[in-house]
């Protein structure tokens, strides 16, 4: 499980996760707040529904994508946290929306 | 949206990107920078300008040395653009998207600066949640003062040794080091070992590290040939072998790590030709000693050109945008010449230990292929090694027909994670070395985009 070694900041912010409320810093990175919140899986995959979390946290791998103020495929790896965001787990078959941006470049 | 045309457009604010910046700036350019991230300093000085609240010799020096240029880099009065997707490059043009909205930038020159990526390590169960690169382990230190107890580093590499240095000064308990680096390693690295020594500074930072982590008491296990990340949902313990022995350590958190590569994606989808290069076992764009690639318009600059570090980074960004400055006009051939003499002496000393690191920590082979089948190489499309070795079979000829085959390198990643690990199985099972086996075409968009933003932008065709 990851922690913190930052003594926290006051005052904080609110972002809910799965209906959980997590307090955090404004600016934070997502997927550390979500990483240290025990948020998990982030996401399952579209093929067989393996579980993921992130893997590089650089916006490489998208393996940390999850469903962000709606949105799904948000790669929380470079998102900042904002006051009474919502953060909830993607289900494989979500990706096949962004992947049509992919087949804009293989067709 | 901007109606200017910039002298130079930068991707990536690193330190390759932040040097340029100012540099050019201060030649009068007008220059614009964007960059996927929230904030400057690309990965060696990540959140540099936001401080996570840590010990500052917790991160050591080297990560300090970047306080200053990213500060030059902030007032240098460029147009800097954070969470800026670059995902399209035109001729004088590019796209981008981010949380703040996308849109276009038109330019008269780009720098192509956008670093470095890990390289990939395929082994038994890395996709388990719970195993991350030792490069994340460090991006959660530096931005988020964020850490994991009784963690398993494995692999090799000046970075692995430096982020377990950083943990355990920052007070957190490491399980093992699991080193892959053979200890065969070490012979071939003694022979570069004399042309090294003006990069001696590399060379005692590099030994101080490992003393460091002796000194600790952490449990080390060298000659490490086998990896396998155990779990059913997620990881429970690492299993390895060295040579006869072999063991099993209970953990939640495996960090991987062997080595870095050029994140060549843009640089590939802007038609840069590219050339193997065996030494760091990857592929970098072809440019000459200013870093012009092989388009007139397009200059690539620090690690995404050849592995190099941070300083060598900021001294080949300086020298682009020297470069762009003497295309454009701004100054002529001989203001280039005198104000590059003093950056190539400094980068002659920055690359005089490459080889040597090169020899002692290229990745084993067993580690860049994976000898079991049912090990998965594309994470995105879930394609095992024996779902590639059987497309090879069935008459597969390089790492584009693979693809076609089986999907690898289709997702949305667009084979960051596999492309090196698929290139070089189609390369070994055929007989062939990887400079000719190839790589997977790479077209536009390079990073996937909301489909709004594509038809924002005029709906893009490939490439
Ligand atoms: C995870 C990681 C950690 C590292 N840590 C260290 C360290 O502690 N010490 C050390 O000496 N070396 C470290 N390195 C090596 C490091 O790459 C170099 O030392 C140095 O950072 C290279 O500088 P650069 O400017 O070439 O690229 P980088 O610093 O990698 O900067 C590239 C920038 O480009 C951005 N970018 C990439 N693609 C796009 C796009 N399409 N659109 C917009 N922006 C984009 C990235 O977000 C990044 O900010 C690390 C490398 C990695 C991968
Ligand atoms: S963790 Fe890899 S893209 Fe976010």
């Known amino acids: 499980m990851f922690r913190s070694l930052a003594t926290p900041e006051t005052p904080a912010i609110g972002i809910e996760v799965d209906g959980r409320r997590i307090a955090c810093a404004p600016g934070e990175n997502l997927a550390a707040v979500l990483l240290r919140a025990g948020f998990g899986p982030f996401r399952s995959t579209p093929v067989s529904g393996a579980p993921r979390m992130p893997y590089c946290m650089m916006g490489v791998c998208f393996d940390c994508l999850a469903v962000v103020d709606g949105v799904p495929n948000s790669q929380t790896c470079l998102t900042a946290v904002a006051d009474g965001m919502t953060v909830r787990r993607q289900e494989g078959a979500s990706a096949a929306a962004f992947l049509a941006a992919e087949g804009l470049a293989d067709e | 949206m901007s109606d200017a045309t910039f002298d130079l457009a930068i991707v990536g604010a690193g330190p390759a990107g932040m040097a340029a910046a100012v540099e050019a700036t201060a030649l009068g350019l007008s220059v614009c920078v964007l960059d996927e991230q929230a904030a400057p300093g690309g990965q060696i000085y990540r959140g540099i300008t936001r401080p996570a609240g840590l010990d500052p010799q917790v991160l050591g020096p080297d990560y300090w040395e970047g306080k200053a240029l990213a500060e030059r880099f902030l007032a240098c009065g460029c147009d800097y653009r954070p969470g800026s997707t670059v995902w399209h490059v035109d001729a004088g043009e590019l796209s981008f998207a981010g949380p703040h909205g996308g849109g276009t930038v038109a330019w008269r020159k780009l720098l192509n600066a956008t670093g470095a990526m890990e390289r990939p390590m395929p082994v038994a169960g890395w996709t388990l949640p719970g195993v991350m690169t030792a490069g994340a382990a460090q991006i959660l230190l530096k931005a988020s003062a964020t850490v994991a107890e009784n963690a398993v580093f494995c692999g090799s590499g000046p970075l692995l040794y430096l982020v377990v240095a950083q943990y355990l000064r920052a007070g957190v308990k490491v399980a093992a080091v699991l080193d892959t680096t053979p200890w065969q ?279």
């Not at chain 2, 843009?266 to 764009?285: F, I, K, M, T």
């Open chain 2, 185 to 463: 390693a070490y012979l071939g690295a003694l022979r570069h070992m004399p042309a090294a020594l003006p990069g001696w500074s590399y060379l005692s930072k590099g030994l101080g590290l490992l003393r460091e982590i002796g000194a600790a008491g952490v449990r080390v296990v060298r000659n490490v040939d086998r990896l396998e990340m155990r779990g059913r949902d997620a990881l429970e313990a690492v299993r390895w072998r060295a040579g006869a022995s072999e063991g099993e350590i209970a953990t939640s958190h495996a960090f991987l790590h062997q080595g870095i590569a050029p994140n060549t994606n843009l640089a590939r989808a802007a038609g840069c030709a590219h050339v193997w290069d065996e030494a760091q076992l990857s592929w970098r764009p072809r440019t000459d000693a200013w870093g012009a690639a092989s388009r007139p318009d397009l200059y690539c600059g620090g690690d995404v050109a050849g592995i190099a570090g941070a300083r060598a980074a900021a001294l080949s960004g300086r020298l682009s945008a020297l470069a762009a400055a003497a295309d454009l006009g701004r100054i002529d051939a001989a203001g280039r010449d005198a104000r590059a003499a003093g950056l190539r002496r400094a980068m002659r000393r920055e690359l005089a230990a490459r080889p040597f690191l090169d020899t002692l920590y290229r990745p084993l082979p067993a580690f860049r292929v994976p000898a079991v089948d049912d090990v998965v190489v594309c994470r995105c499309e879930e394609v095992t090694a024996g779902a590639l070795a059987d497309a090879v079979d069935a008459g597969a000829m390089g790492p584009n027909q693979l693809k076609a085959f089986t999907r690898c390198g289709m997702g949305p990643c667009q084979g960051r994670s596999c492309g090196l690990t698929a290139a070089a199985l189609v390369a070994a099972r055929l007989g062939m070395s990887e400079g000719e086996a190839g790589y997977f075409n790479i077209r536009f968009p390079v990073k996937p985009v909301p489909l709004g933003a594509v038809a924002a932008a005029g709906g893009k065709p490939a490439g």
